[in-house]
């Protein structure tokens, strides 16, 4: 619960008493009691190990990050204002703005934006409070609750692959599973692969199938967390199961849910495994509509399939932005709700 | 003396915890029959995966569905493993993850450790530059790399896989969650004032006292490892692929046999199914764990 705020205050509090202060000389010199002459090679050895192996384990992490992931993303802008083709990497001419200007008029574009965003939603709202109620029911005392738990997480260390491999054989028109089951209830078989919301729901079904176990642990740790006497009090000012869960389970946890709904919003922004498996041979297209092309999926396409890395990379960039975007929104959604309370 | 009057506080707080556990509904027969049947839905499509790989093509596309087991499990494997590379593919698979793993390990241990315990100028600039980075996607660096990697003749070498994996801020931070709490400051300074470097520290203090951490970070780094996809189809071939990427040329074949690709789904989900029975426990414990301190 307050977990998050002191990882935050944390930072904050050491590089205020970073600067001025030299507590491992102070240390030191008290330590040792005396012996050691201030001059020494030793000393000044160990001074100098203690300036130093900070910045010497931190180096690594900054320097293999930064190589990989921010020099990159700093280049992918670059190349985003260039022409650069995949069948001649060697020459890149200026382009200014002209991939993103592409991008804005290009239908495909606002389709795979529009799929990203409602395949994001069903997938990660019910996956969500699904993952909620599950928590709930994990956090009374079962019996053997690890072995639920190990249980709920089995498709979390399911692949992509393997996951939608199965799905959409789960989801094929002629003998499927589903369709088969649907029957039983008196409902048409549904083309999952061609339809619009259909395949959209299929793809979706298989991100809220490998992570809902996952974010339910999440929320399970910290509904672990809250305070028994919470409870207690509730209990004796007459709450009943749902309205402890209402007004004391869930206020509680709202730290947790804002991360996972994040991490979720990122995960949807970045779909890209499970539609490309799910359509097949016409895979980066997402389906031979379109319907389930995700701008992950697009990017993929227009850089690696058709060929244009310029373009990849502004779709790329744009990417981040809506992220940007999203998040901003987020956090003024949570402001707005804290506010309000 | 001090101990214990240090002990006793933490005893107090762990004993209510433990009270309020002890407080906890038992669950009823309603939560065990939900539970039951999202264990199922958890389940049922692997299980149905070993189904669906020991029949033929031609039962899978017959309606109804098979929900037994038939004779042509290891006809389908065997299929698959050729087929797919799979041999090849388990292999780099192995070589991939494994190196990431250590590697990450390691260095998010030491950066942890220096962001948990040490202090140095800009080290809260630098936590939060970590923490914020976490929201970078893949995506973004992508076209870098493989023009990189091409102008390096690395396309399609194992390396190319591994390089841009090999730390993540995420486990950075989560060490860095974790030893704020697990190491007691103390320790490093009686080590200190014992004269002993900072590589004998992290080698004698450190390391012993993250060792559960380094293990769940481990284990979470290889699903991980193991699982990417993005990255390892943009940079490999059929020729020398990871497990996924082998998978995904199987699901994309012109002429796919249906069973043959769910033998194939089975044998790249096997590997972590048994570390999952072996760990589950340690892997359940350290999501649950990163989440409640980060």
Known sequence: ????????????????????????????????????????????????????????????????????????????????????????????????????????????????????????????????????????????????????????????????????????????????MVNWVLHFFGVDPVNWRESDWGSQFAVSSIVIWRWTGYNALIYLAAMQAIPADLYESAAIDGANRWQQFRHVTIPQLRPTILFTVVVSTIGATQLFGEPLLFGGVSGSKGGSEHQYQTLGLYMYDQGWIIGNLGKASAIAWSMFLILLIVAAVNLLLTRRLRKSQ | MTTTEATLPREAGRRRGRMGAG?????????????????????????WTAIAASRTDRRLAQTPPPLWFGGNLFKNLEAAWDQAGLGTAMLNSVIVAGTITVSTVLFSTLAGFAFAKLRFRFSG????????????????????????????????????VILPSLVTAFGTFFMRQYLVQALPTELIEAARVDGASSLRIVWHVVFPAARPAMAVLGLLTFVFAWNDFLWPIIALTQQNPTV???????????????????????????????????????????????????
Not at chain 1, 22 to 48: E, V
Not at chain 1, 88 to 107: C, F, I, P, V
């Open chain 1, 1 to 176: 619960m307050s977990s998050s705020k002191q990882a935050l205050a944390h930072p904050a509090s050491s590089a205020e008493a970073a600067p001025g202060t030299t507590p491992g000389a102070a240390r030191g010199a008290r330590g040792r009691g005396g012996p050691a002459a201030p001059d020494s090679w030793r000393s000044r050895l160990y001074r100098w190990d203690m300036k130093a192996s900070p910045y010497a384990f931190v180096a690594p992490f900054f320097v293999l990050f930064g190589a990989f992931s921010l020099v990159p993303l700093l280049y992918t802008a670059w190349y985003s204002l260039h022409d650069v083709q995949l069948s001649a990497l060697d020459h890149q001419t200026w382009a200014g703005l002209d991939n993103y200007k592409n991008l804005l008029s290009s239908d495909f574009f606002w389709n795979a934006l529009r799929n990203t965003l409602s395949i994001g939603v069903i997938s990660t709202v019910p996956q969500l409070l699904a993952a909620l109620g599950l928590a709930h029911l994990l956090n009374y005392r079962l019996r053997g609750s690890t072995a639920w738990r190990v249980v709920m997480l089995t498709p979390y260390a399911t692949s992509v692959a393997a996951a939608t491999l199965v799905f959409t054989l789960l989801y094929s028109w002629d003998g499927g």
């Open chain 2, 23 to 47: 407080k906890q509904l038992h669950a009823g027969p309603v939560t065990y029959l939900v539970l039951t049947v999202f264990a199922l839905v958890s389940l049922a499509p692997l299980v």
């Open chain 2, 125 to 160: 600039v630098l936590l939060l530059l970590t923490i914020g980075t976490m929201m970078i996607p893949p995506q973004l660096a992508v076209v870098p790399l493989y023009l990189w990697m091409s102008d390096l003749g690395w396309s399609n070498q194992l390396q190319t």
């Open chain 2, 244 to 294: 996924q990427v082998a998978l995904n040329s199987l699901g994309t074949g012109y002429v796919p046999d249906q069973a043959v690709i769910m033998a194939g789904a089975l044998l790249g989900t096997l590997p972590l199914l048994v570390a999952f029975l072996l760990f589950g426990k340690q892997i359940v414990g350290g999501i649950m764990q990163g989440a409640i301190k980060g």
